[in-house]
């Protein structure tokens, strides 16, 4: 079992920054495969960047050259760095930890960045 908490989410402006974390508990952080997903009122739950157990990388097309994931397998936390946010991407960040090919899955309860215009 994971258990997942999210913080660093808030009200940015258009243009802004914010850094987003979730600490894990529970189980060994490093075997895990950590994403974030982000979803927006009536859309449905997408992903925006994975960093893998080794610590490869990817991202959503919507947010490369502006956002960073990357992780600290000794504070057990995953972050999600955002520059130059846009309206578009307002939404709730949801951390997640898996591994085996999402046959094991957690989830945090979400944090909300909403980006003002």
């Known amino acids: 079992q994971v258990q997942l908490v999210e913080s660093g989410g808030g009200l940015v402006q258009a243009g802004g920054s914010l850094r987003l974390s979730c600490a894990a508990s529970g189980s060994t952080f490093s075997i895990y495969h950590m994403d974030w997903y982000r979803q927006a009122p009536g859309k449905q739950r997408e992903s925006v960047a994975t960093i893998s157990s080794s610590g490869s990388t990817n991202y959503a097309e919507s947010v490369k050259g502006r956002f960073t994931i990357s992780r600290d397998n000794v504070k057990n936390t995953v972050y999600l760095q955002m520059n130059s946010l846009k309206p578009e991407d307002t939404a709730v960040y949801y951390c997640?930890?898996?591994?085996?090919?999402?046959?094991?899955?957690?989830w945090g309860q979400g944090t909300q960045v909403t980006v003002s215009s």
């Open positions: 997640n930890a898996n591994r085996a090919y999402y046959t094991e899955s957690y």
